[in-house]
């Protein structure tokens, strides 16, 4: 029997997976058959039956066009549109930039009243 720590770490995975597939908008198989898997594979993950080899999850990694450190950051609901931001940002002037940060903290600020 799986104890109680590995039985988290299996749903938070799984969990993650599925949240980024989604994101992505591609079918379970899809992805199956796109990282050289059978085509229940991912499914079977996202069920919590199984994990991938590192390997394997270095596949999904390159697939949903996130590092292992975006997967693992489950605070992150969008690692592939934060990631496109930052680089975004990289060509703004200063002044560019403090004009994208006051729009940034406004929404932030409206969020935080809405709760």
């Not at 919590?48 to 997967?71: A, D, Q, R, T």
């Amino acid at each position: 029997m799986k104890d109680l720590h590995e039985s988290d770490f299996q749903q938070s995975f799984s969990s993650r997976l599925y949240q980024l597939r989604s994101a992505k908008g591609v079918s379970a198989r899809e992805m199956s058959l796109s990282i050289g898997q059978s085509e229940g594979y991912i499914a079977q993950i996202e069920r919590s039956n199984n994990l991938p080899s590192m390997m394997v999850f270095s596949f999904i990694c390159e697939y949903l066009g996130v590092s292992p450190k975006e997967f693992f950051d489950y605070e992150t609901e969008s690692p592939v549109a934060l990631q496109e931001l930052i680089d975004m940002q990289k060509s703004l002037s200063p002044k560019e930039l403090e004009s994208v940060k006051s729009v940034v903290e406004s929404i932030v600020n409206l969020k935080g009243h809405g709760k």
